[in-house]
């Protein structure tokens, strides 16, 4: 069965840094296409990237610049590095797997900006 | 950007209702549309890729059809289990983007 717990999530004040992380289970992330997907405080869907291997990601031009990824082979995990946060970031962050159409999804991670 | 509209944003039904909710894309996507369910609290659910590939374990009461900008999601029959809010989300470049939802509600 196919697993996304993401944790990192918290209160930081505008500026800074903070970094999500996505474990899986019953697949390699390594090998599959990833997404970060963010849902504002009682707002819709916004995707923030989408990642594959090493060599494709593509980013929503709204975290273009202030976000990166990484990877954890041994972990499983993917990590979504934040920086420079600003208060419109505020958001649950979701992880999902999927090229075209997200298949599988984690509960989120609450991530507020607040000074 | 490929801007997604969908309508309505709010509907109110009872249990038993046939239920249309439209998407409408700012050009043509092909067939690469998705709906999904998601309940307060609780991550999107996948319901239908491709515009019309119904997911495993989602009831056949649900389906969907379109393509190019103009897409529907019905659901045949409403159920108490299905009052949610639906999105729908194209998948034909990124960056993806969904639509603004609609909140299905109880009469």
């Known amino acids: 069965e196919v697993q996304l717990v993401e944790s990192g999530g918290g209160l930081i004040q505008p500026g800074g840094s903070l970094r999500l992380s996505c474990a899986a289970s019953?697949?390699?992330?390594?090998?599959?296409?990833m997404n970060w997907v963010r849902q504002a405080p009682g707002k819709g869907l916004e995707w923030v990237l989408l990642?594959?291997?090493?060599?494709?990601?593509n980013f929503a031009d709204s975290v273009q610049g202030r976000f990166t990824i990484s990877r954890d082979n041994s972990r499983n995990t993917l990590y979504l590095q934040m920086n420079s946060l600003r208060a419109e970031d505020t958001a649950v962050y979701f992880c999902?797997?999927?090229?075209?159409?997200?298949?599988?999804w984690g509960q989120g991670t609450l991530v507020t900006v607040s000074s | 950007d490929i801007q997604m509209t969908q309508s309505p944003s709010s509907l109110s039904a009872s249990v038993g209702d046939r239920v249309t909710i439209t998407c409408r894309a700012s050009q043509s996507i092909s067939t690469y549309l998705n709906w999904y369910q998601q309940k307060p609290g609780k991550a999107p659910k996948l319901l239908i890729c491709?515009?019309?590939s119904l997911q495993s374990g989602v009831p056949s009461r649900f389906s969907g059809s379109g393509s190019g900008t103009d897409f529907t999601l019905t659901i045949s029959s409403l159920q108490p289990e299905d009052f949610a809010t639906y999105f729908c989300?194209?998948?034909?470049?990124?960056?993806?983007?969904f639509g603004q939802g609609t909140k299905l509600e109880i009469k």
């Open positions: 989300q194209q998948g034909y470049s990124t960056p993806y983007t």
């Open positions: 491709a515009a019309s």
């Open positions: 019953g697949f390699t992330v390594s090998s599959n296409y």
């Open positions: 999902a797997s999927g090229e075209r159409w997200l298949s599988n």
């Open positions: 990642v594959y291997g090493d060599h494709i990601t």
